[in-house]
Each structure stands twice: as C-alpha cells, then as structure tokens.
T-cell receptor, first 110, second 112 residues
Framework: SQQGEEDPQALSIQEGENATMNCSYKTSINNLQWYRQNSGRGLVHLILIRSNEREKHSGRLRVTLDTSKKSSSLLITASRAADTASYFCATGGRDDKIIFGKGTRLHILP | DAGVTQSPTHLIKTRGQQVTLRCSPKSGHDTVSWYQQALGQGPQFIFQYYEEEERQRGNFPDRFSGHQFPNYSSELNVNALLLGDSALYLC???????????FGPGTRLTVT
C-alpha cells in the first residue's frame, strides 16, 4: 500500500511559470523526500525535509511540511522544459520502510 | 564515481519461470533496497538489505527473495513468475543512517 498521495495527478503549465505539487500522508513520519523520475527511468533524489523542519530550499525548489495536516508541497519556480517528469513524495527513512505516492506527472509546455 | 548499476536492462520471461536481477550500489554505500514499479504507479518497497541481512520487507509474497553479498551488491529473485510481476524493478542504495537514496536505472521485466 502507498502512504503518500500526490495532488494533482497531472499538471501542465507554460515554461517559466511556477509548478506546485502537494503530498498528503497518513501516519507519523521521520522525514519526507521528493524524487523526480524521467520517462520510467531511475528516480533522482531532489530534497529531504525532516519532521522538525517546516520549509527547505534547493535551487529552484521549495518544499514545505505541515505535520499537523500531514501534508507537504513542492514548488518549482521558473519552470523549464527539462522539468517535465513525474514527481513522487516518499515518507520514512532508513530504519523505516520508504513509502512512495503515485506521483504527479508534470508537463512543461513550450 | 559509478552510481548504482543494474542488470539486465530488459528481460522477458514466461509465466512460471524464475528470474534473478542484479544491483551494484553506489561506491561507499552499504544498504540496498529493491522496489517494484508498475506502469503509472509509484515504486512499491519490496525489501532492504544491510550487512547481508534482510532488514525490512514490504507486502510481497515469499516468491520474492533476495541476497546481499560481502561487497554490498545485491540480487533480487522472483520464483513462479506471474503476469502481474511485469514491472520496472528499481534498486536503490544508501549509506548507514543517511536517508537519501540513489536509484539505478531499473530492470524492465515483462512476463508473458
């Protein structure tokens, strides 16, 4: 079973716009991670946010975590064609099973 | 510095057969996890190996088994293949208490 659930399932935006994806989960977590996957290939780790953190930045990425609402969001600013991919949130850690959501398919339009 | 490698890239098997998939972790990593990803779905955790032992297991039947070798490489074995086992199998490695996982490109298994 999958704990994380991303919203929306699919998103199309114009290049240069910002993209926001949300993730909701059900149980307490140690950390939450976001991954990117291009065309059914291996996943690339984007960012990890710990349960005691509320916001984290990495380049054009901004992640927020609200443990009271059991939700997280991933914001990609100034989107580029290369950002077209599927984005997954994953909860857990090394001593816990890492559980992935079903993903958001992001399509950047030229 | 080689990342996570997996072999083979693609594989076609018949129902009832057995398959072995292989994974070499990123240099310096000692923990390997395996995931199954069906088309259009997120990866599902199969199991994790550390110090040559299975540390965690997801909701997969005993037909799925694995092994980790002293050099930290790992194998995933699936017996009595079913059509529903067709998927992309991903291997991920990490080191000790670091949560960030590095994924390999995956093995695409098709069961006919």
């Amino acid at each position: 079973s999958q704990q994380g659930e991303e919203d929306p399932q699919a998103l199309s935006i114009q290049e240069g716009e910002n993209a926001t994806m949300n993730c909701s989960y059900k149980t307490s977590i140690n950390n939450l991670q976001w991954y990117r996957q291009n065309s059914g290939r291996g996943l690339v780790h984007l960012i990890l946010i710990r349960s005691n953190e509320r916001e984290k930045h990495s380049g054009r990425l901004r992640v927020t975590l609200d443990t009271s609402k059991k939700s997280s969001s991933l914001l990609i600013t100034a989107s580029r064609a290369a950002d077209t991919a599927s984005y997954f949130c994953a909860t857990g850690g090394r001593d816990d099973k890492i559980i992935f959501g079903k993903g958001t398919r992001l399509h950047i339009l030229p | 510095d080689a990342g996570v490698t997996q072999s083979p890239t693609h594989l076609i098997k018949t129902r009832g057969q057995q398959v072995t998939l292989r994974c070499s972790p990123k240099s310096g990593h000692d923990t390997v996890s395996w995931y199954q990803q069906a088309l259009g779905q997120g990866p599902q955790f199969i199991f994790q190996y550390y110090e040559e032992e299975e540390r965690q297991r997801g909701n997969f039947p005993d037909r799925f088994s694995g092994h980790q070798f002293p050099n930290y490489s790992s194998e995933l074995n699936v017996n009595a293949l079913l059509l529903g086992d067709s998927a992309l199998y991903l291997c991920a490695s990490t080191y000790s208490l670091v949560y960030e996982q590095y994924f390999g490109p995956g093995t695409r298994l098709t069961v006919t």
